[in-house]
C-alpha cells in the first residue's frame, strides 16, 4: 500500500498485479509505504476501511481516494501458480512444483482449498462496504497504458517501471474443459474483470 497524501490517493496493492514494481517507481513519492507484513501490505477493501480510512478521515480530517488494478482472472491465478513453482517452496504445502495448472486451478475452484490453491480472490480484495468505501479508480492490470497515464496525471511525474518479482517462463495455459468450468463457477471475476473500461 503507498499513500500519495498531497494527492489524496491510496493505492490498494492488489497480489500479483505489479505493486512491488509501483512500490518501487513511487516510493520517493509516497508519504506511507506499508511494505510488510503481508496482511497490511495487501490490505483489502475492507481492512483499509476498517483500519487506515478512519485514520485519515478522523485523525487527519482528509477524505482519501483509492485506486487498485484488477488482473485478468486466468493470468492471475497463472502468476500464482508460477511463483508457488519457485524452489524455495520445494516441500512446501503451498508448494505447486510437479503439478498442472490444470490441477491447480480445479483445487482452487474447491470450496475447501488446499494450501497450494489459498490464494485468496480479487472480488473480495475489491468488494465495496455497506458504508459506501470502495475502489474509486480501479483498472485492468493490463491496460498500462491507462492506469500509468492516470497515475503519471494525478502525481504530476513520469513513471519508468522495472520488472520485479516475476515469474520466469511462458504463461500457464488451461485446458479447454477446465477453462469453460472455470469460467462457469468463477463468474464473479470475469464478470468483474469485464466490467472495467479499457482507458489507453
Known amino acids: 500500500m503507498l499513500v500519495f497524501w498531497k494527492e489524496k490517493l491510496v493505492l490498494l496493492a492488489v497480489p500479483k498485479t505489479g505493486t512491488t514494481a509501483i512500490e518501487a517507481a ?7 509505504i506499508v511494505s510488510d507484513p503481508p496482511e497490511l501490505k495487501h490490505a483489502p477493501v475492507y481492512r483499509y476501511n476498517r483500519f487506515f480510512r478512519p485514520m485519515f478521515e478522523k485523525a487527519c480530517k482528509a477524505e482519501m481516494e483509492t485506486f487498485a488494478m484488477m488482473r485478468e482472472p486466468i493470468s492471475w ?12 517452496l520445494d516441500g512446501h504445502a503451498k508448494s505447486t512444483a510437479g503439478m498442472s495448472f490444470d490441477d491447480f486451478v480445479l483445487a482452487y475452484m474447491k470450496g475447501d482449498k ?4 489459498n490464494v485468496g480472490s480479487q472480488v473480495r480484495f475489491l468488494e465495496p462496504r ?10 485492468r492490470y493490463e491496460d498500462e497504458n491507462g492506469w500509468t497515464g492516470f497515475l503519471e496525471e494525478r502525481l504530476g511525474r513520469k513513471i519508468a517501471l522495472k ?4 515469474s520466469d517462463g511462458d504463461a500457464p495455459r488451461l485446458s479447454q474443459n477446465v477453462e469453460e468450468r472455470f469460467r462457469r463457477k468463477m463468474s464473479e471475476e470475469i464478470d468483474l474483470w469485464d466490467s472495467i473500461p479499457v482507458r489507453k
Open 26 to 32: 513511487l516510493s520517493d513519492k509516497a508519504s506511507i
Open 77 to 88: 491465478l497463472g502468476s500464482w501458480y508460477k511463483y508457488r513453482q519457485r524452489p524455495f
Open 114 to 117: 488446499p494450501p497450494f490453491a
Open 130 to 139: 455497506p458504508n459506501g468505501t470502495k475502489v474509486d479508480h480501479l483498472f
Open 163 to 166: 520488472r520485479l518479482n516475476a
